[in-house]
């Protein structure tokens, strides 16, 4: 009888170029930050996830004029190291993870990064 791993869902709120780079990872990792991204921060709540995406995603050139949620589950054990941060109210709660371990963090993802949620903006809005 093995013992079963605990896992985490946390929810990533990403743009086109993002969202091409975890294509190419079969869906099972995130792509290293840019130089000016210190921090990698899955969000804990589907709620805020989708108000990221849907509502500033889709109106950054940056992301494709669009905004993608995507979900996925983490070894809790590994997650727990990392800080839970609010960002603005208490629902808005961020886990970060500086830019130098993400790699550790992609190696304990469990399963595939789901793409939940799909949301399209105007690039002339």
């Known amino acids: 009888m093995g013992i079963a791993s605990t896992t985490l869902r946390l929810f990533r709120p990403v743009g086109q170029i993002e969202l ?5 990872s079969g869906y099972r990792r995130f792509p290293p930050r840019l130089s000016h991204q210190p921090i990698f921060y899955p969000v804990l709540g589907i709620e805020y996830a989708t108000k990221i995406a849907r509502d500033w995603n889709t109106k950054d050139p940056a992301s494709g004029f669009a905004g993608f949620v995507t979900a996925f589950r983490v070894d809790s054990e590994f997650a727990s190291r990392y800080e839970v941060h609010e960002a603005g109210g208490s ?6 993870v500086p830019s130098e371990e993400l790699e550790a963090f992609n190696s304990h993802i469990v399963g595939s990064i789901e793409v939940v949620a799909e949301y399209r903006g105007s690039a002339s809005s």
Do not use: Q, S, T
């Open 20 to 24: 091409d780079l975890i294509a190419e």
């Open 91 to 96: 629902e808005h709660r961020e886990l970060w």
